[in-house]
Structure formats: structure tokens, C-alpha cells
Nanobody
């Protein structure tokens, strides 16, 4: 079992920034790690993913605004959110998946471990 707890969410105005953290001690080989979000009335979808070689993918609407990274010393999975827009509002989750064929395209239902989420609210 991989304990995951996200923090760093909050309420900001349009154009604002937040940084989300997900501390974990997950051995990186064979693991996918990523951030997902569920907006109001929407299904949970990918925001950004990391495979065990360091290859990164982003959902199209966040490219150039969000950055996923990993603090190897602390074991944190990090998501930096800039130029936030109201459509970015939602619950943000970190997740890990083992032996997934393609971290960037595998459906959320196939990922193995999830945190409880941290809320991001962006007002116009």
C-alpha cells in the first residue's frame, strides 16, 4: 500500500499560482506517477504524468502553464500551477501506477494508488 496525501490547494484569482505536493517514498522503477483532476460535473482526467525514465506528458489545456516535477531528496511529486483559470477549478489528485504500458494514455481506472485530493478553486 502506498500512502498518498496531497496538499497545497487553495483559492486564487484568475492568473494566480499554486504549488501542489504529494510526498511519498515510492521506488521509481516500473512506476508511473501523475496528477489528475476532477472538475465540477466532469470525470477525473489526466493533468500530467511522469514515467520511470523521466518522460513527461501534459493534458493539452495545461501545457505551458503547469509543470510536474519530482524532488528526489524528499520524495515529493510536485505540480506547479501558473496562470490559473476558472476552468482549472477542481479536486486534484496524485496517483501512482505499477507496470502501466503508457503512463500518459492509461485511463485513471488503471492506476493503483490515489490520494484523497486537494481542492483548487479559481475565481474570475
Amino acid at each position: 500500500r502506498v500512502p498518498l496525501v496531497e496538499f497545497g490547494g487553495g483559492s486564487v484569482e484568475s492568473g494566480g499560482s499554486l504549488t501542489l505536493y504529494c510526498p511519498t517514498q515510492v521506488y521509481e522503477k516500473y512506476w508511473c506517477s501523475g496528477w489528475f483532476r476532477r472538475g465540477p460535473g466532469k470525470e477525473r482526467g489526466k493533468v500530467a504524468t511522469f514515467d520511470d525514465s523521466g518522460y513527461i506528458t501534459y493534458e493539452d489545456s495545461v501545457k505551458g502553464r503547469f509543470t510536474i516535477s519530482r524532488d528526489h531528496a524528499k520524495g515529493d511529486l510536485i505540480l506547479q500551477l501558473t496562470n490559473l483559470q476558472p476552468e482549472d477549478t477542481g479536486m486534484y489528485y496524485c496517483a501512482y501506477g505499477l507496470f502501466l504500458v503508457d503512463c500518459g494514455t492509461t485511463a485513471p481506472s488503471r492506476w493503483d494508488y490515489w490520494g484523497q485530493g486537494t481542492q483548487v478553486t479559481v475565481s474570475s
